[in-house]
């Protein structure tokens, strides 16, 4: 996957140590490009939100053996 574009909100600070949970989910489809939803949370308080653009070759970016 290539990231085309990512625009993140960041809502609540987090410390050294603390245990966070990312969730994300697959919100548009269009070819190649997907567009990935993310929430971040410690515990039930939301501290990052953000929206990722991704771009998905037919072969891995740095696979040189089909030059």
């Known amino acids: 996957v290539v990231l ?3 625009k993140a909100e ?3 600070p ?3 140590g603390e245990t966070v949970t990312a969730r ?3 919100t548009s489809s269009d070819g190649k490009r ?4 993310v929430e971040v949370a ?7 939100r953000a929206a990722f ?3 998905v070759p037919s072969r891995h970016v740095l696979d ?3 030059l």
């Not at 410690?42 to 990052?48: E, K, W």
Request: hydrophobic share 60%; net charge positive.
């Open 4 to 6: 085309a574009s990512a």
């Open 10 to 12: 960041f809502l609540a």
């Open 14 to 16: 987090v410390v050294v």
């Open 24 to 26: 994300a989910m697959v």
């Open 34 to 37: 997907r567009g990935v939803d």
């Open 42 to 48: 410690r515990g039930d308080t939301v501290v990052m």
């Open 53 to 55: 653009s991704c771009a």
């Open 64 to 66: 040189r053996a089909r």
